[in-house]
C-alpha cells in the first residue's frame, strides 16, 4: 500500500492556460474522487469515479473542468482556461468496495496558483 | 442535503492540557461521521470514524470521538496534547447515494500548541 498520489504537487500557470494534474489512487482501489480545497474552508466534492465511469459530477464542476480514468486506474482532472477563481488544492482520494462505507485515502494534494 | 458545523475557527490550547473540538451534522438518517487532520501543505489523514454501534470510537495518535444523536454531535478529544497535533482538523459526514460516498467536510479547526 503505497498511498494516493498526486503529481504535480505545486503548478503556477498563467490566466487563461490549461493545466492538466494526475491521481494514481491505493491500487485496488476502484472508487475514486476528487475534492477542491480553497484557502480557510474544508473540501468540497467535485466528482466522482468507479472503475471507469464518472458516475457523479458536483455542480461546482464547470464545463471548463473535465475528468478522466480512462482504465479505472489513474485519474486526469483537467481545467481548461484557467481563472484567477480555480486557484485552489485539488484533493484526490480512492477507497475501495465493500457492503459497508468505505472510508476514502486521501493523497497530498495538487496546489494550483493562477497569476 | 447534509451539512457540518464545526463552531471553533481557531483553538490554542498548552502542551499536555485536554482538548475538545466540536463538530455538528446535519442529516436526515444515521450518519456516517470522520474526523480527518491536515498538516500544513499536505493531504487528510483520517484520525477515526463513526458507523455504527458504540456511541464512543477510539482513533489514531490517541484521539477519540462521541456520537450524540440528541444533540447531532460528534466531538473530537484528547486528555493530553503535544506539540505534533498542531494542525486542521476537520470533520466530515459520508452520504452513501449508488455506491457514491462522497463526503461533506465542515471548514475546519486550526489548532494551535503552545509550550
Known amino acids: 500500500d503505497t498511498g494516493v498520489s498526486q503529481n504535480p504537487r505545486h503548478k503556477i500557470t498563467k490566466r487563461g492556460q490549461n493545466v492538466t494534474f494526475r491521481c494514481d489512487p491505493i491500487?485496488?482501489?476502484?472508487?475514486l474522487y476528487w475534492y477542491r480545497q480553497t484557502l480557510g474552508q474544508g473540501p468540497e466534492f467535485l466528482t466522482y469515479?468507479?472503475?471507469?465511469?464518472?458516475?457523479?459530477k458536483s455542480r461546482l464542476l464547470s464545463d471548463r473542468f473535465s475528468a478522466e480514468r480512462p482504465k479505472g486506474s489513474f485519474s486526469t482532472l483537467e481545467i481548461q482556461r484557467t481563472e484567477q477563481g480555480d486557484s485552489a488544492m485539488y484533493l484526490c482520494?480512492?477507497?475501495?468496495?465493500?457492503?459497508?462505507?468505505?472510508?476514502?485515502?486521501f493523497g497530498d494534494g495538487t496546489r494550483l496558483s493562477i497569476l | 442535503a447534509q451539512s457540518v458545523t464545526q463552531p471553533d475557527i481557531h483553538i490554542t490550547v498548552s502542551e499536555g492540557a485536554s482538548l475538545e473540538l466540536r463538530c455538528n451534522y446535519s442529516?436526515?438518517?444515521?450518519?456516517?461521521l470522520f474526523w480527518y487532520v491536515q498538516s500544513p501543505g499536505q493531504g487528510l489523514q483520517l484520525l477515526l470514524k463513526?458507523?455504527?454501534?458504540?456511541?464512543l470510537v477510539q482513533g489514531i495518535k490517541g484521539f477519540e470521538a462521541e456520537f450524540k444523536r440528541s444533540q447531532s454531535s460528534f466531538n473530537l478529544r484528547k486528555p493530553s496534547v503535544h506539540w505534533s497535533d498542531a494542525a486542521e482538523y476537520f470533520c466530515?459526514?459520508?452520504?452513501?447515494?449508488?455506491?457514491?460516498?462522497?463526503?461533506?467536510f465542515g471548514t475546519g479547526t486550526r489548532l494551535t500548541i503552545i509550550p
Open positions: 463513526y458507523f455504527s454501534g458504540d456511541t
Open positions: 491500487s485496488e482501489h476502484n472508487r
Open positions: 442529516y436526515g438518517a444515521t450518519p456516517y
Open positions: 482520494a480512492s477507497s475501495s468496495a465493500g457492503t459497508g462505507y468505505q472510508p476514502q485515502h
Open positions: 466530515a459526514v459520508g452520504v452513501r447515494n449508488f455506491g457514491n460516498e462522497k463526503l461533506t
Open positions: 469515479f468507479q472503475n471507469e465511469a464518472q458516475l457523479e
